[in-house]
């Protein structure tokens, strides 16, 4: 049986509070990300230049049923300083990704990123009951590889090829999983590491 993509829903800890992502967001993750090349740069649409660019990237996830799209509010400002998806996986049986993630420079090497995947696998397996959450990266995004691995994603495979950057080049996906089974372990280190 293949999953059907959750209906977003609020999802808080003490570092983000994660809210179903909506166009009111729009003017603080502008100035969290718009125009932000490298923060842009491993994502599948052209960096954002005007909130109408910002609006058309994130009304595409908000219409689609195959995204479960999240802004990612710091709790400490009440600011959104990204947004992260939950997304289809054809092909796999109760299986989803997290992707489309990209968060604001202010808040790169913090506990934003941590908090966030915690919460959305946590929601993953325990409340919805996915048998696999996937995350996939450029190959050439290493920063974000080393970050999956450090959550306890293992390395399953690259699809060549599998889609095309905004600049016409092709991307490699570098493919990670988890299993409900691996993840109580990853949790506690991650948690114990944020504590």
Known sequence: MTAKIPT?????ND????EPLSLGHIPDLFEAGGGDDEVWRWMPVATPRTPE????????IIESDKFAGHTVILR????AVGW???CDVPGFDQSIEIGWTWYGRAVWRTAVNTACKVM????????????????KTDHLNTRSQAAIRRIGGVHEGTLRRNRQRPDGTWRDAVVFGILP???PSHRARLLGSHA
């Open 15 to 18: 570092v983000v509070r994660l």
């Open 84 to 86: 992260t998806t939950y």
């Open 76 to 79: 400490s400002s009440g600011k």
């Open 53 to 60: 660019e910002l609006t058309a990237a994130a009304s595409a």
């Open 8 to 12: 977003p829903v609020v999802l808080e």
């Open 120 to 135: 959305l696998i946590d929601h993953a397996f325990d409340v919805i009951g996915y048998n696999r959450v996937q995350l």
């Open 181 to 183: 089974e691996e993840w």
